[in-house]
C-alpha cells in the first residue's frame, strides 16, 4: 500500500467526547460545563480517569482549585450542546442554561455537580496535575459512579451500548454504529459467541 508521512501531531482517532462539570470551591453556584476530547482511562485500581486542559480554559482554574471535576459521558441528544460548550466559555455565560442542560448533586464531590440525564457521570478527584506543555493533565481518582438507570438490564447489569454514545472523529461528531463483536469474541466457543452476538444485535 501507499502512504505519505505527515508531521508529527496528535492524531489518535476516534476520541471520547465528553461533559465534564466543575464548580469554584469558594463560590460552588459557579458551576461550569466544559467539552474535552483528550478525556482518558489511566489506571484501574484505583479507577482513574485523566483530562487534558490548556491553562486558558476557565475550567482549568476552577479544577485546579475545587481539585474536582465530573466526567459525564454524552449520547446523540446532548451532541449539539456538548459542541456549544466547547466553543463559548464558562467566563463569559452559563453555558448550562444556555444548552436547557441542568446540574444535579454528584456523589462524592463537594462543588462539582453532575449533568442530569447524562448516561454516566464519574466523580473525580484530583490526584495530581502534570504540566505537559500546551495542555495540564490532570489525573483523577474515580470516587462515585452515577449510572441512569433505563442502562440497567433486568439482572443489573450495565448496557452501555443502549446509551447512544458519541465519539469524536477528527473534527466530526459520530455515533459509533453497529457491534462487531464483544470482549474476547475471537476466541469464543461457537455457541457462545452466537448466543452473545444474537443478544447484542437485539439492541
Ligand atoms: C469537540 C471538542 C473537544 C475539545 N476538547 C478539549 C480538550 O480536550 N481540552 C481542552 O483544553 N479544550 C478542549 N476543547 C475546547 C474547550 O472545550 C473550549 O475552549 C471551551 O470553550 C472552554 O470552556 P471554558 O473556558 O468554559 O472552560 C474542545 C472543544 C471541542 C468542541
Not at 33 to 56: D, I
Not at 113 to 121: F, I, K, N, Q, Y
Request: with cysteine.
Amino acid at each position: 500500500m501507499d502512504y505519505v508521512s505527515f508531521p508529527p501531531a496528535t492524531l489518535l482517532n476516534p476520541t471520547p467526547v465528553v461533559l465534564v462539570s466543575c464548580a469554584e470551591k469558594d463560590h460552588p453556584e459557579n458551576r461550569n460545563l466544559v467539552t474535552v476530547a483528550w478525556a482518558g482511562t489511566v489506571n484501574s485500581e484505583p479507577p482513574m480517569v485523566s483530562v487534558s486542559l490548556r491553562k486558558s480554559r476557565y475550567s482549568h482554574d476552577l479544577i485546579l482549585n475545587s481539585g474536582e471535576y465530573v466526567v459525564n459521558l454524552v449520547d446523540e441528544s446532548m451532541c449539539k450542546a456538548v459542541d456549544f460548550c466547547g466553543v463559548r466559555s464558562g467566563r463569559d455565560l452559563d453555558k448550562a442554561a444556555s444548552v436547557g442542560l441542568t446540574y444535579c448533586p454528584a456523589e462524592g464531590m463537594s462543588v462539582a455537580p453532575a449533568v442530569d440525564g447524562a448516561p454516566l457521570s464519574l466523580s473525580c478527584r484530583v490526584r495530581q496535575v502534570l504540566e505537559l506543555g500546551s495542555h495540564d493533565l490532570f489525573l483523577g481518582e474515580v470516587k462515585a459512579i452515577r449510572v441512569r438507570k433505563d442502562l440497567l438490564d433486568e439482572k443489573g447489569s450495565l448496557r452501555l451500548e443502549k446509551a447512544a454514545l458519541i465519539a469524536y472523529n477528527h473534527g466530526l461528531y459520530q455515533s459509533l454504529g453497529n457491534i462487531l463483536g464483544f470482549f474476547g469474541w475471537s476466541v469464543a466457543r461457537p455457541d457462545v459467541l452466537a448466543r452473545r452476538m444474537r443478544s447484542l444485535q437485539s439492541v
